[in-house]
T-cell receptor, first 115, second 117 residues
Framework: AQSVTQLDSQVPVFEEAPVELRCNYS??????LFWYVQYPNQGLQLLLK??????LVKSINGFEAEFNKSQTSFHLRKPSVHISDTAEYFC?????????????FGTGTLLAVQP | GAVVSQHPSRVICKSGTSVKIECRSL??????MFWYRQFPKQSLMLMAT?????????EQGVEKDKFLINHASLTLSTLTVTSAHPEDSSFYIC?????????????FGDGTRLSIL
């Protein structure tokens, strides 16, 4: 069975500072990895995904994540955050293959950007 | 991109009422949809997997008679919370995956905030 660990429940950071949100996973098989963002009282929006190929994936709003197989990690980074990046971020994993394979979420990290 | 619409966004009702939540895939057909429940400041917990034309698959500990799921068409799944009580108050979110390759990501609705008085 897979599991996802997000060690930091909350990450406070000042505007324009860099940030890293940590995500580690556990699985006995190959997985797809995702980061979702949730703004207050809203559903989840896909931020970026790793399926295969290049281990560094990027979003259109400056976030990036790197898949590290040896460390079973998929940390999310942004070199300079904005107030508008304040939200809850969820890392998720799903096994290869099978249309109904479950998406397993971490417990989330609240990114709190301060002016 | 793929859009999932969820309705209503907020429900406030008395204890004992049954509440129906709709989840629609707007620009694609979804043979499989997922229903999640999220408690305040916690992660999403998968409740059940909704399969078009067949019975839903419930996660362990989820009462199927309490949370009725119907997936009657390729674009609509409904979750009915029967005889809701205050402990059923939560944020319910549905999602669907674009069919085809299994590497397609899940797209989420905006959620339904259910408050039982």
């Amino acid at each position: 069975a897979q599991s996802v660990t997000q060690l930091d429940s909350q990450v406070p950071v000042f505007e324009e500072a860099p940030v890293e949100l940590r995500c580690n996973y556990s699985s006995s098989v190959s997985v797809y990895l995702f980061w979702y963002v949730q703004y207050p009282n809203q559903g989840l929006q896909l931020l970026l995904k790793y399926l295969s190929g290049s281990t560094l994936v990027k979003s259109i709003n400056g976030f990036e994540a790197e898949f590290n197989k040896s460390q079973t990690s998929f940390h999310l980074r942004k070199p300079s955050v904005h107030i508008s990046d304040t939200a809850e971020y969820f890392c998720a994993v799903r096994n290869y293959g099978g249309a109904t394979n479950k998406l397993i979420f971490g417990t989330g990290t609240l990114l709190a950007v301060q002016p | 991109g793929a859009v999932v619409s969820q309705h209503p966004s907020r429900v406030i009702c008395k204890s004992g009422t049954s509440v129906k939540i709709e989840c629609r895939s707007l620009d694609f057909q979804a043979t499989t949809m997922f229903w999640y429940r999220q408690f305040p400041k916690q992660s999403l917990m998968l409740m059940a997997t909704s399969n078009e034309g067949s019975k839903a698959t419930y996660e362990q500990g989820v009462e199927k008679d309490k949370f009725l799921i119907n997936h009657a068409s390729l674009t609509l799944s409904t979750l009915t919370v029967t005889s809701a009580h205050p402990e059923d108050s939560s944020f319910y979110i549905c999602s669907a995956r674009v069919p085809g390759n299994s590497n397609q990501p899940q797209h989420f609705g905006d959620g339904t905030r259910l408050s039982i008085l």
